[in-house]
Each structure stands twice: as structure tokens, then as C-alpha cells.
T-cell receptor, first 114, second 113 residues
Framework: KAGVTQTPRYLIKTRGQQVTLSCSPISGHRSVSWYQQTPGQGLQFLFE???????NKGNFPGRFSGRQFSNSRSEMNVSTLELGDSALYLC?????????????FGEGSWLTVV | AQSVTQLDSQVPVFEEAPVELRCNYS??????LFWYVQYPNQGLQLLLK??????LVKGINGFEAEFNKSQTSFHLRKPSVHISDTAEYFC???????????FGAGTRLTVKP
């Protein structure tokens, strides 16, 4: 059974540009969450999608957005990139939204903003 | 809202020694508790989780954790560590009705020969 797949794994963008990251959850999983990981702030929850609807949102500016498609695949977008957006972006999936479900993480997308 | 505090940012230990990584949580409602491990350049992998029932939870790779409600703690232990256990360990908490998981700052476990 394939795990959570994130693409691209590594990318470099320039300040002011935008970026789109993609996530394919484990087959059958309907909940997809996104996290940002930085050395200074640690792991921070960005948002969660379930059945193509955003169910939860962390404390990030509106430049961070996402969506989920009918096949549960998800994308997140960051517009007007800032240097501080350089981070590892992790996608995670779980069967549904019931708390206590095991959440499975992808290997992440490393974003460097220069 | 729930939150997690990992009391040690770094824990150095010699191979075959026991180790305890400490985690305290804060929440006004019942929560679920997790420990994840992150190896270099990889995502997070679940070690174990506490949902209910027995307060001693056994996980993969010989790790176990004990839920202590009165002390709001969920410390992770291993009786004998290996070099391969060197990694970042994260304690996390989520509420019963959603997947908004809050992570601690992480504990860097370094196992020395």
C-alpha cells in the first residue's frame, strides 16, 4: 500500500513568487492535513481538508491556501512568498476526522525562498 | 485549545542505556496523545498512541509511554537504546473530534557509541 506522496520534494523559489505543493494521500484516506516545519517554530498546523472542504485552519496568513479534490488529493498554495516561508511542508492523511486516528505523514516538500 | 510541552530539547545518551523523553500536555477536554519519530530528511512516523484504557502503551522499536492524567504527562521510554534510535521525537495531542494535531517542539535524541 503506497504511503503519502508529496511532490515536489525540493524546490527553490524567489521572494514574491507563488508555489503549489501537491499531496496524494493513502488510498481510502479522506482527511488531509498540512503542516509547516521550521527550526524556529517547529511543527505548525496549517489546515485540514475532508470531503473537499476545509475543516480546520491554523494561525497562518491568507497567503497560505489549499484545496482538496474529489479523489482526496490535495494541493496547498503559498502566494507572495517571503523568506520566512522557507520550510519543510508536510502533508498527512488519515481515514477520517475522528480524533485518535493514526495520521500518516509524507516525506515532505522542502521549500527554499531566496 | 490543547498544547504540548516537551521538557528537553536535546537528550544525549550512550548506546544500551535507558532513556526517557518527557512530555506534558494541557487541555480542558479529553485528548488523545501520540509520539512520533522523525529521522533525517524524512517525514514523521508514529511510534505509539494513547486513546483510552491501559495507561501503559507499547509502540514500535521497543518504545513505550505511560499516560498520567493527574500529572498531565505522557513520557516516552526505552530500556536500552541503539545508535539507530538517533532522531527527533515529537509528542502530540489531538482532541476527540478532529485531526487538528498539536505538536511539541521536539526532543533530539542522540545515541552515542
Amino acid at each position: 500500500k503506497a504511503g503519502v506522496t508529496q511532490t515536489p520534494r525540493y524546490l527553490i523559489k524567489t521572494r514574491g513568487q507563488q508555489v503549489t505543493l501537491s499531496c496524494s494521500p493513502i488510498s481510502g484516506h479522506r482527511s488531509v492535513s498540512w503542516y509547516q516545519q521550521t527550526p524556529g517554530q517547529g511543527l505548525q498546523f496549517l489546515f485540514e481538508y475532508f470531503s473537499e472542504t476545509q475543516r480546520n485552519k491554523g494561525n497562518f496568513p491568507g497567503r497560505f491556501s489549499g484545496r482538496q479534490f474529489s479523489n482526496s488529493r490535495s494541493e496547498m498554495n503559498v502566494s507572495t512568498l517571503e523568506l520566512g516561508d522557507s520550510a519543510l511542508y508536510l502533508c498527512a492523511s488519515s481515514l477520517d476526522r475522528v480524533g485518535g486516528n493514526t495520521i500518516y505523514f509524507g516525506e515532505g516538500s522542502w521549500l527554499t525562498v531566496v | 485549545a490543547q498544547s504540548v510541552t516537551q521538557l528537553d530539547s536535546q537528550v544525549p545518551v550512550f548506546e544500551e542505556a535507558p532513556v526517557e523523553l518527557r512530555c506534558n500536555y494541557s487541555s480542558s477536554v479529553s485528548v488523545y496523545l501520540f509520539w512520533y519519530v522523525q529521522y533525517p530528511n524524512q517525514g514523521l512516523q508514529l511510534l505509539l498512541k494513547y486513546l483510552s484504557g491501559s495507561t501503559l502503551v507499547k509502540g514500535i522499536n521497543g518504545f513505550e509511554a505511560e499516560f498520567n492524567k493527574s500529572q498531565t504527562s505522557f513520557h516516552l521510554r526505552k530500556p536500552s537504546v541503539h545508535i539507530s534510535d538517533t532522531a527527533e521525537y515529537f509528542c502530540a495531542v489531538s482532541r476527540y473530534n478532529n485531526n487538528d494535531m498539536r505538536f511539541g517542539a521536539g526532543t533530539r535524541l542522540t545515541v552515542k557509541p
